[in-house]
């Protein structure tokens, strides 16, 4: 790789003058100019980041830490971020922990590194949240935000969520709604099932424990919770299924359709996330919608707010989810493909 001291040899001109065209900081002959464009081209040469960034104390990166990037709710978000980072001039460097906390770590200090100007992270354990706090970072937390930590956050109210997916059930006559939740230890998926007990207590229907099944936010793994609460007796077994996202959801109605169960007739189901495959599978998912692509945008907002004055109150954002109804519970089919794609009014 070509270096700076190089070009100015090909060019015939000082180190410095090199530099003074290429960061545009003193005028120069249109001469010298022309022959130091001449060397970059000719020499393939590449301005160095990291020098630029030692200079200006800016690299122009962004940070973007999620979970798992082959679920289409975190790529439907990343590219909210990604588009309003790359509008404000920003390049994004994306990188997938695989929900493993000891690579969620490592990930952190390549981006810390790298000097990434901010970053945006859907998991962060404690001792991190201090690291950033030492380093000054500017930093928000997505999704899976820890509350205790002191920094900026965005997230939709998955209480509300899980309110309104539990409602709809109720209001569509449905009694043994069951649950299929995330990993334990995640608390957004227990908060949108506080959710569902809060609706279930309000209407006087009692929330059954045996009914609720936690799983991996996989579709493999809501197929695998759904045939366990399908196989229960027939006095037992669920008239309704809310899923704590949309992918457990599509395996869940794998599940009913093997099992010869019809939905929604027998079976009402409700995801989370509202992702752009929920109009698609048959049939289409209710979803409770976090409208993915604006919560992107707003992170982004957000995060960028706090690199141009570090010195601003803590940002704390909650979107309210919205209901979107479809054929999997049997409700008024408010969206469907074909209106979406036509621009109809069902």
Do not use: W
């Amino acid at each position: 790789m070509a270096t700076i001291k190089q070009v100015a040899q090909v060019a015939g001109v000082s180190f410095t003058t090199v530099s003074h065209v290429l960061n545009n900081t003193r005028p120069v002959s249109d001469e010298a100019r022309a022959a130091v464009l001449a060397a970059v081209e000719q020499l393939h040469y590449v301005p160095s980041a990291l020098a630029r960034s030692l200079k200006c104390r800016s690299t122009g990166t962004i940070g973007l830490i999620i979970p798992n990037n082959t679920n289409p709710y975190f790529s439907e978000v990343a590219r909210g971020i990604e588009d309003s980072c790359y509008a404000a001039g920003y390049s994004v460097i994306l990188c997938n922990s695989d929900d493993d906390p000891v690579k969620q770590r490592e990930y952190l200090n390549v981006l810390l590194t790298k000097r990434c100007d901010g970053l945006i992270l859907s998991a962060l354990a404690d001792r991190d949240g201090e690291l950033l706090h030492k380093m000054k970072v500017p930093a928000v937390l997505l999704d899976r935000a820890p509350c205790d930590l002191s920094l900026d956050s965005v997230a939709v109210d998955n209480r509300a969520g899980g309110l309104l997916a539990a409602r709809h059930l109720l209001g569509l006559g449905r009694r043994r709604i069951a649950c299929i939740a995330g990993p334990r230890e995640v608390g957004i998926s227990n908060e949108r099932i506080d959710g569902v007990r809060g609706a279930l207590q309000d209407a006087g229907v009692a929330f059954d424990d045996l009914l609720c099944r936690h799983s991996d936010f996989t579709s493999a793994g809501g197929y695998a919770a759904a045939l366990a609460l399908l196989a229960l007796p027939a006095g037992q077994r669920p008239d309704a299924l809310f899923c704590c996202n949309d992918l457990m959801a599509f395996g869940a109605l794998r599940a009913a359709a093997e099992l010869g169960i019809a939905v929604p007739g027998q079976l009402a189901v409700v995801g989370f996330d509202d992702i752009d495959l929920a109009s698609f599978v048959h049939p289409p998912l209710t979803s409770v919608a976090q409208n993915t692509r604006e919560l992107g945008h707003i992170t982004a907002a957000c995060l960028l707010a706090r690199i141009a004055e570090p010195d601003l109150p803590r940002q704390q954002r909650s979107v309210a989810p919205v209901l979107h109804v479809r054929g999997s519970s049997g409700g008024l089919t408010l969206t469907s493909p074909f209106t979406e794609l036509m621009g109809m009014t069902p």
